[in-house]
């Protein structure tokens, strides 16, 4: 999968670095007359806006003889974007947004006793379902590359990494208590997401967005341990994945 990852990013840049040149060179040489060939609008040097997002989330691990995913959890977050037009077709989208993702664990011989932020013990062999939900402030970076205007839509694709800075976590037993342990889980997370959708033209400048995306993380979410089936324990990589729906305006 990272192998993957980092053959799109060099695709991509090197698609939106040679139409730049191309654009360059074509300028230089030629004139624009009646008679040249009729030439896609020229987009603004920056372009900007707010959206809301929602979806589904789920958990994933290489220990699967412990951990496994039981339920997927409902997302939301909201947050500000920009595309930073490198040529009509290519562009820079980062982004700085709110996000809430999580998912239901199970462990199967339960996890080691941790502390909430009050100091209450939480965990041991007998609770082996945990709800997890985590809030980060992202800042999702990536290359952007769409199609020219047709109609009055156009259409994307688009591939990046997202940094996390963890804000707030919570974890649900199976007797529906609540507890928040924010320490207990990583600071900082990084994942990837590619995606794509439409903008939809209303006046001027003005447009709707419409966007799919799908979000993977590389780094470990807790730091929570559980026990192994001889007494010895151990933490888990545990991974967030992301399904959303991005709706949002650009000005």
């Known amino acids: 999968m990272k192998k993957f990852f980092i053959i799109s990013v060099i695709i991509l840049l090197s698609a939106a670095i040679l139409p730049a040149q191309e654009d360059g060179q074509y300028q230089s040489q030629t004139s624009y007359t009646p008679t040249n060939p009729v030439r896609p609008k ?11 997002k929602g979806g589904i989330s789920w958990m994933m691990s290489d220990s699967k003889a412990y951990f496994s995913n039981q339920k997927s959890k409902m997302t939301y977050g909201f947050g500000a974007v920009m595309d930073w037009n490198i040529t009509n077709n290519f562009a820079l989208n980062i ?7 999580g998912g239901t664990a199970y462990f199967k011989n339960g996890v080691v006793p941790f502390h ?8 041991g062999h007998t609770m082996d379902l945990y709800k997890y939900s985590t809030s980060y402030i992202e800042v999702p970076v990536g290359i952007k590359g769409c199609t020219n205007e047709i109609g009055y839509f156009t259409y994307f694709l688009k591939l990046g990494i997202d940094p996390m800075v963890r804000i707030k976590s919570k974890v649900m037993l199976e007797t529906k208590e609540n507890y928040v342990a924010t320490k207990e889980f990583n600071l900082f997370n990084l994942g990837w997401h590619v995606g794509g959708g439409a903008e939809w033209t209303l006046a001027g400048n003005t447009k709707l967005l419409f966007e799919l995306d799908y979000l993977g993380t590389f780094i470990d979410l807790d730091k929570i341990n559980v026990y192994k089936d001889d007494g010895t324990i151990f933490n888990p990589g545990i991974r967030l994945n992301d399904i959303s729906i991005k709706v949002g305006v650009i000005f």
């Open 42 to 52: 020229q987009k603004n040097k920056v372009d900007g806006g707010l959206y809301i």
């Open 95 to 101: 982004a700085a947004g709110f996000c809430n993702i």
């Open 116 to 123: 909430d932020i009050d100091g209450i013990e939480i965990g």
